[in-house]
């Protein structure tokens, strides 16, 4: 049986615990993936993951669908988590924690669903290539490295005006880029 | 109150919002461009969906096997946990036997009254206000109820700002039957204090609350108090 998001939502709100099943085996990965790029390190990855499914099953959701897909909403949820113990690990040391022999387990089960994400990956990269390199490291620095807009105007030296301009134009282009490219890959109904 | 940001502006700032590059300064500001302007509300969401496809380029890294076995096992247990009575229930079983505030009540509390409400409001008209305080873990502030005018207004320090998927809910609540969603507090210029405007009686009401909710507000309270307060007369 295939749950679309609205179903998973819905699962959610009415706490239920197969809500954060279903919502875990869909964006779990890429929770995963999203953390671990910006911690660099897999013990704190999985912490910021399980404590950000966990307070989405504590809470209830509060996904709204006027302000995002709910992929946007679990991103900047595990996004923010993990930028907050990032800044918090920057003024202290760590002490990795030994990595487990573990098993990896498919996190996408529906084959459509995976075709989707693959093919979305490219898409996005190519998309992605096609910045300016200051674009793109300033859209970098402030997603994955959660720079504020003065910290990247002092990291790159450039004004303030500078970075504002250029994390507006690198999205509009990326959604300019990304728009040409469904058209050409998707057939229209 | 004048909202002094053009939907360009908005929109340069959205963009920082939506990769987390906004500074918290900017963040009131375009909050409360975004509480007046549907098509900046709608480019927020494109902007911010547009951020979360950056983490499709990354190569998906499965976390391990155990990671789920853990979250669920977690869930399952709080799944089956007795519940607890909700926290409004529990704030109002927290309130002294004294007097639950009604219109007449009010009228009657003359050490309570304070006087010059309304300048607050914009009005120089001196009239009759309680005050009662308000407070959570980080939040102190007061409510002014106005007994003549049926107008309250609550004004918070020690809130943190907000990202823009979500708002501060004031909630009244009476000793009885489900909270009810007043109004949303707004930021204050420059940091300045949080504010909410509520017209109509305070009468029946026993206590007052505030959470946080998703933009546009909830049926019902979620479990995310950030101050409340009795809107008693001992
Ligand atoms: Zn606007």
């Known amino acids: 049986m295939h749950l679309s998001d609205d179903d998973i939502v819905r699962s959610i709100s009415a706490h239920s615990p197969e809500g954060i099943e279903a919502l875990y085996d869909r964006y779990g990965g890429l929770a995963h993936t999203v953390a671990l790029r910006i911690l660099s390190d897999r013990g704190a990855a999985e ?8 307070a989405v099953w504590r809470r209830g959701s509060t996904f709204q669908p006027g302000r995002g897909s709910l992929r946007s909403w679990i991103c900047t949820i595990v996004r923010n988590r993990a930028i907050d113990r990032l800044r918090g690990d920057r003024h202290r040391t760590r002490l990795d924690s030994p ?3 573990e098993s990896i387990e498919p996190t996408v089960s529906d084959p459509w669903a995976a075709v989707a994400v693959e093919l979305s990956a490219e898409e996005v990269r190519k998309a992605l290539a096609e910045l300016p390199a200051e674009q793109r490291q ?14 990247i105007a002092t990291k790159m030296e450039v004004p303030l005006g500078t970075v504002k301009g250029r994390v507006r134009i690198a999205l509009d282009k990326l959604r300019a880029s990304l728009a040409d490219r469904m058209e050409t890959s998707w057939p229209t109904q | 109150m ?11 700032l ?3 919002e939506a990769v987390g590059a906004l500074e918290p300064a900017d963040r009131e500001l375009v909050e409360r461009h975004l509480a007046t302007c549907a098509p900046c509300t709608h480019a927020a969401a494109e902007y911010a969906d547009l951020a979360s496809l950056l983490p499709a380029a990354l190569d998906l890294v499965p976390p391990p096997a155990r990671l789920r076995r853990q979250l669920m096992a977690q869930v399952y247990a709080e799944a089956t946990a007795p519940s607890r009575p909700s926290w409004w229930r529990r704030l109002v079983a927290a309130i002294p036997a004294g007097r ?4 007449i009540g009010a009228v ?8 010059g409400i309304y300048a607050v409001a914009g009005r120089n008209a001196t009239s009759t206000s309680v005050t009662y305080t308000v407070s959570g873990t980080t939040a102190t502030g007061t409510l002014s109820v106005d007994t003549t005018a049926r107008q309250a207004v609550l004004t918070v320090k020690g809130l943190s700002a907000l990202p823009s ?3 501060y809910e004031v909630w009244l609540i009476p000793p009885q039957g489900a909270p009810k969603g007043a109004a949303f507090l707004s930021p204050g210029l420059g940091g300045g204090p949080w504010t909410a405007v509520m017209g109509g009686s305070m009468a029946g009401y026993t206590s007052i609350a505030a959470t946080v909710e998703p933009a546009g507000g909830s049926p019902t309270p979620s479990n995310t108090e950030v101050l409340s307060g009795q809107l008693t007369v001992s």
């Open chain 1, 47 to 54: 912490d910021v993951v399980q404590e950000s499914f966990l």
């Open chain 1, 99 to 101: 990595i487990e022999g």
């Open chain 1, 138 to 151: 300033t859209i970098e620095l402030a997603y994955y490295g959660g720079f504020s807009q003065s910290e």
């Open chain 2, 2 to 12: 004048a909202d002094p940001m053009s939907c360009e502006e908005a929109t340069d």
């Open chain 2, 14 to 16: 959205l963009a920082l």
């Open chain 2, 100 to 103: 639950p505030f009604t219109a």
């Open chain 2, 108 to 115: 009657a509390v003359v050490a309570a009254i304070v006087v």
């Open chain 2, 165 to 167: 998927s979500e708002v």
